[in-house]
């Protein structure tokens, strides 16, 4: 069993992705060029923003974003404590310090309680000034919008959503990426929508950053690349990944719609005496990025991950540790002794990811599902 099934997505749609790689080749044009400008407007019209910069990767992409709004040395930054390390990596890369920030327990999505009580922090006790809040949409989730634009309005903080395993998912109907200020996304393979390598963009509707991400992004160019104005990077998304992807845009809805049904038949045949079942009703529509439960302790999660692998069930766990334990981050633990990370410290320690993708069969679901039942009732 596969935890992500690319190999069988790929089968299924060998002739369409095959086609589009082919293109490429035969037309010997690998960087930029009509593939790349075609799929940043197909993707920035399924986000409903004006403008997508495609990039290298999901972490460029926050940089860029951070970079074009101008966040640097002496800001703070407002990241969630339970997410992926380039999330808290991308504000250390442009000068700014990540203040970390608990979630919520049922959508392990950034606390708007938290948040505030951070902001309030950081301008009573330090030199720093509040900029920005990155909110991670994180396992396919949206996260809450209204709430975290309250105290962003509040605070004159730009939002910067990370989207990286959002993208597909809506909010009140909006979709992922369409959230922030500015939005960041990763088309890393086993992310919702996933090329064949490394990926990334940038969605946002102001011009002015816009222009300047287009122009950071290929060595701060001016006119052209030669004429250079400003000090950049080299991130492109090459044209090969703008054919894989724009094949798998043409159903990558589908396989949204069938990843929200095998949720919904996970959530039903996991037994909830045994294990906390992700529920995402109302306002929110998930890519399903993961699909994680909670188990009851950390001991009986780590038995459960063996006896599944035992099964030939793969599981992971996302993620081990908080962002502020990461030794990476110890230059700012004495910020971080001040703040409280209750909730995230106790989901590191009882989440489980289970498989999820489109092509997992409901035999699949129900097979790791008896096995969870089984192995929590004994
Ligand atoms: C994957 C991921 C990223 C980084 O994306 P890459 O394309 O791997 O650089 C950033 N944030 C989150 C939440 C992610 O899951």
Request: aromatic content about 10%; charged content about 25%; hydrophobic content about 35%.
């Amino acid at each position: 069993m596969e935890f992500r099934d690319l190999k069988t997505q790929y089968k299924k749609h060998k002739d369409n992705i095959d086609a589009q790689v082919q293109e490429v080749i035969d037309c010997a044009s690998f960087i930029s060029g009509k593939k790349v400008t075609e799929l940043e407007e197909k993707l920035s019209e399924y986000v409903g923003r004006k403008h997508c910069i495609t990039c290298g990767n999901g972490t460029d992409a926050l940089e860029l974003a951070l970079m074009a709004i101008g966040i640097g040395t002496g800001d703070a930054v407002f990241v969630p404590d339970f997410t992926f390390f380039a999330s808290g990596e991308a504000v250390c890369r442009v000068g700014a310090v990540p203040i970390f920030v608990d979630i919520e327990k049922d959508s392990f999505n950034i606390s708007a309680e938290s948040l505030e009580k951070a902001i309030e922090y950081v301008r009573k006790c330090t030199d720093l000034r509040p900029r920005a809040v990155i909110p991670v949409d994180l396992f396919g989730r949206p996260f809450d919008y209204d709430a975290i634009k309250n105290i962003s309005e509040k605070y004159d903080l730009f939002i910067v959503e990370d989207g990286a395993q959002g993208f597909g998912g809506k909010y009140k109907g909006k979709r992922a990426c369409s959230l922030g200020d500015i939005s960041a996304t990763s088309f890393f393979p086993a992310k919702p929508l996933g090329c064949y390598g490394d990926g990334g963009a940038i969605f946002t509707d102001n011009d002015e950053w816009a222009d300047v991400i287009r122009s950071i992004k290929v060595h701060g160019k001016g006119v052209d690349k030669y004429d250079n104005i400003r000090i950049g990077m080299n991130s492109r998304l090459d044209t090969i990944q703008a054919g894989v992807l724009l094949s798998k845009m043409t159903f990558f809805d589908e396989e949204i719609v069938r990843c929200n049904e095998v949720a919904e038949k996970y959530n039903l045949y996991i037994d909830e005496k045994y294990a906390i079942t992700p529920s995402i009703t109302g306002d929110y529509y998930s890519s399903w990025a993961q699909y994680t439960i909670l188990l009851g302790n950390k001991k009986s999660r780590d038995m459960l991950i063996n006896i599944l692998k035992k099964e030939g069930i793969p599981s992971m766990i996302y993620y081990q540790k908080p962002m502020h334990c990461q030794k990476a981050f110890e230059g700012y633990k004495d910020v971080y002794a001040c703040l409280d990370y209750i909730v995230a410290e106790d989901i590191c320690n009882r989440c489980l990811s289970l498989p999820m993708s489109a092509y997992l069969s409901d035999q699949e679901i129900e097979c790791i599902a008896i096995q969870i039942n089984k192995t929590m009732g004994e």
